[in-house]
Nanobody
Framework: QVQLVESGGGSVPAGGSLSLSCAAS????????MGWFRQAPGKEREFVAG????????NYADSVKGRFTISRDNAKNTVYLQMNSLRPEDTAVYYC???????????????????WGQGTQVTVSS
């Protein structure tokens, strides 16, 4: 099991920026692939960004490419999501997710992830 705690959500006007963090514990972090998902009211939880266990590979949803950046610091057991040029449609609860894996790949679907954080609210006003 990997325990995850997100932080950094909040409210910003459109065009603003926010940075989310997710601290992990319970497994060697260098063997855990990480992802960020989001869920808006009345919608399915959707993939936002993923990063391989080494940080060498990343993947993004088309809706956030060029605006969001996922990164990780294996020495701090933390994954980050830098969100720039935020839009009202980015409003959602953001969840980090962990996948215990020895492979250096990025996982992009909900079913592939084993552990989830509690979520943090991001609200973007127009």
């Amino acid at each position: 099991q990997v325990q995850l705690v997100e932080s950094g959500g909040g409210s910003v006007p459109a065009g603003g920026s926010l940075s989310l963090s997710c601290a992990a514990s319970g497994r060697p972090f260098s063997l855990v692939a990480m992802g960020w998902f989001r869920q808006a009211p009345g919608k399915e939880r959707e993939f936002v960004a993923g990063i391989s266990r080494t940080g060498g590979s990343t993947n993004y949803a088309d809706s956030v490419k060029g605006r969001f950046t996922i990164s990780r610091d294996n020495a701090k057991n933390t994954v980050y999501l830098q969100m720039n040029s935020l839009r009202p449609e980015d409003t959602a609860v953001y969840y980090c997710a962990a996948k215990w894996s020895g492979a250096t790949v990025v996982f992009t679907t909900r079913a592939q992830y084993d552990n989830w954080g509690q979520g943090t609210q991001v609200t973007v006003s127009s």
